[in-house]
């Protein structure tokens, strides 16, 4: 039985025609996109339909999409550029984005900055009343992700940017694990900036965008030659631009069915990890079709994903660009969990490959591997340290998933 691919929020793989749309670029019009000659006019008007294609995709002009190298530059450019256009007052953000974004804005603080997070609740929700308050102090850049990257909660961006906008600041949505799940709009957001990548849409990786109102006025991070009406220097990559183009018209094109079918999926993975006692993380909120983030009590998520792996399921323990650090998610600490519980997350992240036998084969070896786990498990030797929290034996149970 071939490997079963349950970590799509990490990266997606290729699509087939985003492949055969990019080809071309690589050798046949290979021009520079800033050449005068007929090589780089070929190369220009395909940055510029790939340019319209994302705009459509999220009801955006073309003239307010900037390519950038992915999710991770284009929050960057984001918080430093209108930072660097604003006086220091206040950045919020929300208690759960990815690093990219709280990074940065906690970097603001060296240039005189104050930081604040907004609240999340116990399933992950951002606290409005909490939003609300952070915003009577004067606020400068509010930033909240659409969709958590590892437990799919979706936010209210909406509502965030009609008091961050009342309040006179920039406010900006991280949408890269949201675009392609559920319906995203540039416009009914509010927002006055957005951040997409291609990598989480079945296209390349490497390549991104920033969506900007064009009244919105941020300095470039990399400068040079120009590109990007002068917000971002650099030689187009036009393989991986027209390959987000055609990720992004293949991912709203496929929608409704592709969430439907995901959604199935879910629930029914949801169904069984309830019936083995797993605790689900941001269950009762709204979130992706996708991604389901759990953990059994006492069983290491690291050691479960290993064992998951070598079973054939490639699932992950958390956000994959934080595999390396030892911690809990600070999203399930921001959450109210528990250290201990924290680390005994794993996520699933499914995708349109995915099929309803492999959710079910999932469930019945998660069963297996849990029930093996447990009986492994033995109190630590004093003086020793047991790598699975030290649990008792648990006593043989059967479950039906």
């Known amino acids: 039985m071939l490997p079963a691919y349950f970590d799509h929020n990490a990266t997606t793989p290729l699509s087939g025609r985003v492949l055969e749309a990019m080809l071309p670029y690589f050798q046949e019009s290979f021009g520079n996109a800033s050449s005068r000659h007929a090589f780089g006019r070929a190369a220009r008007k395909a940055v510029d339909d790939a340019r319209e294609q994302v705009a459509d995709a999220v009801g955006a002009h073309p003239s307010q999409v900037y390519f950038v ?25 929300s208690a759960v984005e990815h690093p990219c974004v709280m990074k940065p804005a906690l970097a603001l603080r060296e240039s005189g900055w104050k930081f604040r997070r907004f609240s999340v609740d116990n399933a992950g929700r951002l606290d409005m009343t909490d939003v609300q308050a952070a915003l ?39 949408a890269v694990q949201a675009f392609g799940k559920v319906p995203v709009s540039f416009a009914d957001l509010n927002v006055h900036a957005m951040t997409l990548s291609a990598h989480k849409i079945y296209g390349p ?10 009244r919105l006025d941020i300095m470039p991070q990399i400068i040079g030659g120009g590109h990007e009406k002068g917000l971002r220097a650099g ?14 018209s293949l991912a709203v094109s496929g929608l409704g069915q592709s969430s439907l079918q995901l959604q199935s999926l879910r629930e029914r993975l949801d169904q069984g990890l309830h019936a083995m006692g797993a605790v689900l993380f941001g ?32 699932v992950a323990s958390g956000s994959a660009c934080s595999s390396d650090s030892a911690e809990p998610s600070p999203v399930l600490l921001a959450m109210g969990v528990e250290r201990e519980l924290a680390r005994c997350a794993v996520r ?9 036998g492999q959710v079910e084969r999932f469930l019945q070896v998660l069963q297996e591997e849990i029930f093996r786990l447990k009986r492994l498990v033995t109190v630590a030797p004093q003086g020793g340290s047991d790598p699975l929290r030290a649990m008792k034996p648990a006593r043989a149970e059967s479950y039906t998933v």
């Open 69 to 93: 190298s992915g999710g991770t530059e284009a929050n960057n450019l984001l918080i430093k550029g209108a930072a660097a256009r604003l006086r220091p007052s206040q950045v919020a953000v």
């Open 136 to 174: 009577r102090e004067p606020t400068g850049l509010a930033s909240v992700m659409l969709a958590n990257n590892e437990t799919g909660v979706v936010q209210d961006v909406a509502a965030v940017a009609e008091m961050a906008r009342g309040a006179g600041a920039v406010i900006h949505t991280d």
């Open 205 to 214: 990786k490497g390549i991104g965008a920033l969506i900007l109102d064009k």
């Open 235 to 248: 030689t187009e990559n036009v393989p991986a631009i027209v390959g987000f183009g055609a990720a992004c």
């Open 283 to 314: 269950d009762g909120a709204a979130r992706l079709p996708n991604t389901g983030y759990f953990a059994f009590p006492g069983i290491d998520g690291e050691t479960l994903v290993m064992a998951l792996d070598r079973a054939g399921f490639a």
């Open 348 to 356: 699933i992240s499914l995708g349109r490959e995915n099929e309803m």
